[in-house]
Every structure is written in C-alpha cells, then in structure tokens.
C-alpha cells in the first residue's frame, strides 16, 4: 500500500521494538515471587550452585523458576 504523496508512510514496527511483557508473580507459602524463564542455553551456562531450585524445564520455553521480587503494586 502506498501514502498519499502529502502524507507521510505509516510507521511499520520494527521487530527490535517488542515492549517488555508485564512482570509474572506466583506466591510460594506467604512469599511473593517473581518468575522468570531461562533459555536452555542461558540455562547451561549456569553454575549448577547458581540454578535456582525448584525450577521446570518447559519444552520449547526454557527453563522456569520464581525468582526473589518485591512484592507487586
């Protein structure tokens, strides 16, 4: 589709411009943790004593575990 030649072309995103998703808490006991996925190799390059625990590995996700976060809102 082409503008108009008085009209600028309309902004097409830009791949490199996805905006972070909003933060994922879960609650374990009466803590409020965050979550955060790890890619398998993000996950390898781990220390095995740095790899949080308890910790998921999700096919085609990575690896998710909660983190320590301030509590939302």
Known sequence: MMAPDD???E??????????PEPVYCIIGDTVRGVRIWTE??????????RPSP???APGLGW???VVSHKPG
């Open 7 to 9: 009209q600028p072309p």
């Open 11 to 20: 902004h097409i995103a830009d791949s490199r411009e996805i905006p972070r």
């Open 41 to 50: 190799e993000e996950w390898e390059r781990l220390e095995p004593a740095e």
């Open 55 to 57: 910790a998921e590995y």
């Open 64 to 66: 998710v575990a909660p």
